[in-house]
Every structure is written in C-alpha cells, then in structure tokens.
C-alpha cells in the first residue's frame, strides 16, 4: 500500500506516524511544502513575546527524526500542484528547483490545513504580517526587534489576536491595539464575559477598539494608515489575525465535494467524495455535537483525533469520528478562560430552550493558601438541565473545570448528573464540594423552583426601581469595602431576625459575593412569602465585570 500525505503538522504528521504503527510495510510518502513538518502552531505567539526562547523548542519533530523514527518519505519545500483520480497520482513541484514529477498512490490525505486571510497582500510591505507557521513567526519577531517599532495594531480579536497582544506586550516600549469589527473580542464568548477578557487586556495597557472594521490600509511614509468605520489611525506594524479560510484548491482542482463557503466535504470515517482520498484539520468541516449541525472548528485538538481516523480507516479498521464541541482555554495574562460547547447566540440561532446561570466558587478550599475565585457561566436546556455550553475564566483550576464540563457536554449529562460526579478533593486542590458540583447543585434549585434568578445586566436596567429592591447580604467588612451602587445592606446571618425591616409588597434581588449565601437568603425569604430572586454571579461577578 501506497500513502501520500499531502500536508504536515497536527493532522498529516499524526496521520502518517498512526499509519506506521498499524502497518510497518507500507510506503509512506509526507508532502511539505514548508520547511517544517510537525510543529507547535498554538505555541508561535510565546515565540514572538521571547516565553519561548529557541525556535526550535517549536518543532516537534524534523524530516530526519521523523524518518528516522517512522520509516516516513518526508519531502520539505514540494508541494502537490494536481491530483489525476482517474489514474490515482498527483504532480508535485520541487518549490526550490521548479522541477514537477509524479507519484502514484493507493490513498490520498488531504491535510494542507487554513491559510490565514489577508486582504492586503496587494500591498506587499513586510509591515503586515499574518501568523500561519514558524517562518512567519521568526520573521514578525525580527521585524519588530530590528526596525524599532513602536506601534503595533492587531486586526482581528480571536484567540490568535489576544495571545499575540499579550506577547507584544512583553516589549515594554511598544503600544498595543486590537481592532475588532465586533461588539466584543473572542467570537466564541457571550457579550457578558467578554467583557472580564476587555478588562484585563486594558488594565495590562492594550488598547481595544471595538465596532470599528477595517475599510483600507495604506502606506503612509514609514507608517502605515488604517481607515476604520469611525476612525483612523497610524501604526508601525500590523497583525493580521482576522480568520483563516479551509486550503480547499486541491479538492476544488480534483472534482471533490466542497461547501459553497469553503472546507472539504467528509463522511464520519473522513473519507471525501472520493473513496481513494480523506480529508481532515482545518480543510474539513465536521459535526457540532452540540446542536448536530456541520461547523468549522480549526482547532488541533480535533485534526488529531481525525488523524487516527483517517489512518485506521485506510488500514480497514472502520472507525468514526462523531465531531467536536469546540473545547478551547486562553491564557491573559494572569488569568485563564475556557470554553466548550456553544454559547447564547448559537442557542438562539437553533431555537434551543435554554437558561443561564453564573457561579463564582473558589478554585480550592480556603482555610487552604492561595485559593482564588473563578467564574463558572453554564448554558443549559431549561427543562431538562442537560448542559449545552460552559465559559470559566479564572487564575487557577480553569482548565480542570472547563475539561469536566466539556465531558458532561460530549457525553450529554444534566446538571442532576453534576450533582452526583464523585471529583478528587484535598485541599490544595478543591473542596470536597467541587465547583462542578456547585454547579449541578444550582442549576438543579432553579429547575426544581427552589430559586429564580436575574443578571447583574437585567438588575442594571431595571425599570420599577420603587418595587424592585436590591438586598445586600453580605458581611459589615464585606459590604463596607465596596458595594452595588443602590442597595438595602442586611447581613445573612441578622436576616432572620431583621424580617420586619423589609416590605412583602417588593421584591428583592439578593447578592452575596459569591450567589451561594444570597441563595440561602433567597430560602428563607421565600418561605417567610417575600418575593426574591438570586443575582447570578454574586458581587466578585460584578466587580469584575466594572473594575
């Protein structure tokens, strides 16, 4: 058997080392048309902002140490121009010498990932630079060190644009901006807790224009000019980190199926319209399996699991990939957020019945030092509880958290079921009742009716301010080192006795800081026939989010 593999990194180079290990006889042929063939794409960002010294501590694996290993034709610098289906080869071109020849194969992997857009290449000035591999990194890192620059503007917010602000940062001397054409950064996030993300990035000094797109980019003397919506701005160098498009001209060339907006069309075994050829990475889409629908994921984690697809397949081991829930985490600086699952927009694109709740738990127990708060956002199916989605941002336990909730959602738990998740505990690391736990705990009051609960956005634009009150019931040092703005301070523990203080005829919105004591406050005032509901989040939510 004869296999080439068109396309390196997470997803070609994992196929071709899952390919080796089930069949040592085959031939094994790896196209490259970089100089690299498997490596850290997410860490390029840490290489530009010097966390990561050495550009070689970027490469995981080189043609010789692959070969080496693996028993793997790996050809750098060449890149597979044609794909002839009908006589089952491809033309190739040498990129060094132009020499073009052919190879036959018996299968063919199609792994050429996303090519990053850049709707100003027209310009062709090295002060604009997209971020696709580890040329592209040494080559922004080089710039910026050697021309003096001062001012960089970064065009697009994704998880690319703020991970390589924060790494510009790290050039003490140089002034960050991101331009963002959208309401908030990090298109996956709800509008609320982007906001935490706006915040941190501005408190460490990078500027963020938001709602402002970019209409034209000119060269401007040693500057270059940036035309926005409602501005204009100069800057020494820019970022582009706007999206990526599916590298689909090879497929679209050889007749296979592709989707009108770009990506290769695959079954669950990855195979393309062709039996003889897969696909897979960033050139596929693939099942959301949250709402069952196709989307575009171009994210490592799943290029891998597709890669052993692809390779069992070929090797007659029927295997399926049944899709992904998008599950990413981010650093910022000091904090971390995580993301699995869909958020409210898609929830309302799909007409899904949904609830929110928000929690801010510590990462572990606090008689323990160096415990610290997190904020957990869960999106759920409102009559059910099933978990549809999760946002946790936090300086600790945030990746933990967001991977058990990522698997509540792939494996379609409800919050009964987090309820009931038997988690590790010493305290150092949690409290014997997990944050998940909480979580379950509380989506579950809701459900059952032990509790309603409101948005500190729906508290903000409150309209009957006169039979509408907020109940503070947190300590006297609690409350006295800052508190909502307009607000009826009782302490929890002085409730009970204070009852006759507050009036059955308003309803109150309760607040702790953290939503656990203002749910106990909650309790004992809906059995004493006030009316009240629970301020998702609790006060440390609020600061974050006005701080």
């Known amino acids: 058997m004869k296999v080439i593999i068109v396309g390196g990194v997470a997803g070609g180079a994992t196929t071709a080392a899952r390919l080796r290990r089930l069949n040592e006889k085959a031939e094994i042929i790896l196209i490259e048309r970089g100089n690299f063939i498997s490596f850290a794409n997410c860490g390029l960002p840490y290489y530009i902002g010097d966390v990561i010294k050495s550009k070689n501590d970027l490469l995981l694996q080189t043609p010789e140490s692959f ?11 060449q ?29 063919l992997v199609l792994s050429p990932g996303a090519k990053p857009i850049n709707p100003f290449e027209s310009l062709n000035t090295k002060k604009i630079r997209t971020l696709r591999n580890v040329e592209d990194s040494i080559e922004i890192k080089d710039y910026i060190e050697k021309n003096n620059v001062k001012d960089v503007a970064i065009i697009g917010g994704g998880y690319i644009g703020v991970e390589v ?27 609320d807790f982007a906001k935490l993300i706006h915040n941190v990035l501005k408190k460490k000094g990078i500027n963020i224009i938001l709602n402002n797109g970019v209409k034209e980019v000119t060269n401007k003397n040693d500057k270059i000019n940036i035309t926005l919506e409602n501005d204009n701005i100069d800057t020494d160098f820019i970022v582009l980190c706007i999206g990526v498009k599916p590298e689909d001209n090879l497929a679209i060339q050889a007749g296979l199926n592709v989707y009108s907006r770009g990506a290769i069309e695959v079954n669950q075994q990855m195979m393309t ?9 960033d050139a596929v889409k693939i099942k959301n399996c949250v709402t069952d629908d196709l989307a575009y994921i171009p994210l490592a984690g799943p290029a891998n699991k597709q890669a052993r697809v692809v390779a069992n397949n070929i090797c007659k081991i029927k295997t399926s990939y049944d899709g992904s829930i998008g599950s990413s985490i981010l650093k910022i600086f000091d904090y971390n957020l995580g993301m699995t699952g ?22 572990h127990a606090t008689y323990y030092p160096g415990a610290s708060m997190l904020i957990i956002k869960a999106i759920y199916e409102s009559n ?51 944050p998940v736990n ?47 703005k307009e607000c009826i301070h009782i302490p929890l523990d002085d409730l009970r006795s204070r009852l006759n203080e507050l009036d059955k005829s308003k309803t109150y919105l309760v607040y702790c800081k953290t939503g656990l004591r203002s749910y106990i406050a909650c309790r004992i005032l809906s059995q004493n026939e006030f009316k009240v509901e629970n301020i998702t989040g609790g006060y440390h939510y609020y600061y974050m989010l006005n701080s």
């Open 67 to 77: 070969n080496r290993r693996f028993n793997i034709d790996v050809r750098i610098k």
């Open 79 to 107: 890149e597979v121009i044609k794909i002839d289906r009908k006589e089952k080869n491809v033309e190739i071109k040498n990129i060094e010498t132009n020499e073009v020849y052919k190879e036959s194969y018996d299968k």
């Open 165 to 191: 602000a924060e790494n510009l940062s790290n050039y003490k001397d140089i002034k960050v901006t991101i331009i963002e054409k959208a309401s908030h950064l990090i298109a996956p996030l709800d509008e």
């Open 273 to 281: 319209s062709d039996e003889n050829i897969y696909a897979l990475g």
């Open 342 to 363: 869909i958020n409210e927009a898609t929830c309302k694109k799909y007409n899904l019945q949904y609830k929110t709740i928000i929690l801010s738990p510590f990462s």
């Open 384 to 434: 059910t509880g099933k978990i549809l989605g999760a946002q946790v941002f936090g300086k600790d336990s945030v990746d933990k958290i967001t991977d058990i909730l990522a698997t509540a959602i792939k494996m379609k738990m409800t919050a009964y079921d987090l309820e009931k998740l038997d988690l590790c505990y010493a305290p150092p690391f949690s409290s014997a009742k997990s």
């Open 438 to 484: 909480l979580l379950g705990n509380s989506i579950v009051n809701e459900i059952e009716g032990l509790v309603n609960t409101v948005t500190w956005e729906e508290v903000e634009n409150l309209k009957d301010k006169e039979n509408v009150l907020i109940l503070d019931v947190r300590t006297d040092e609690e409350y006295e080192s800052g508190a909502y």
